[in-house]
């Protein structure tokens, strides 16, 4: 399996996120990231990706490195339909960022926080600004 093709879940739970405070950093204009290598990379919510086909790679039948990601949009950054917009953005430009250069250290918990400016940056803007802070964070 290639590393292009890893593939990345939700990250949840308020411990989770607070293993993060603790993690390498980086920042950007329209978002901060903080990432950790996964302590247990295959085990989500008491379950085995393992044993889940969605986990599965469709060729070889072998598990995926799965990362865990979590996307922080504050209501600092604007109503419900703006930080939905970001978020989405976010999520995006991770994929694309991901299919293009793979990560250096896999699979990480890894949380993304979009910033009050990033409400009125475009998704190039973003994609660019997420490059940079995961760049500065020696993630990418």
């Avoid at 593939?7 to 308020?14: A, T």
């Avoid at 085995?48 to 865990?68: A, E, F, I, N």
């Avoid at 430009?93 to 400016?117: C, N, R, T």
């Avoid at 940056?121 to 997420?130: E, I, T």
Wanted: charged residues 30%; glycine residues 6%.
């Amino acid at each position: 399996m290639t590393q292009a093709a890893q593939r990345f879940i939700s990250l949840r739970g308020e411990r989770a996120f607070a293993r993060l405070r603790k993690g390498r950093r980086g920042h950007h204009k329209f978002v901060s990231v903080r990432w950790l290598p996964c302590k247990r990379p295959y085990l989500q919510a008491g379950r085995d990706p393992r044993l889940d086909k969605r986990y599965l790679d469709k060729r070889t039948g072998q598990s995926q490195r799965v990362s865990r990601v979590g996307i922080v949009v504050s209501k600092k950054v604007g109503n419900a339909v703006v930080r939905n917009k970001v978020r989405r953005r976010l999520r995006e430009g991770l994929y694309a960022l991901w299919l293009e250069q793979p990560p250096k250290h896999s699979p990480v918990d890894l949380m993304i926080i979009a910033k009050p400016d990033a409400a009125k940056a475009s998704y190039w803007q973003l994609k660019a600004g997420l490059a940079y802070a995961l760049c500065k964070s020696q993630l990418l």
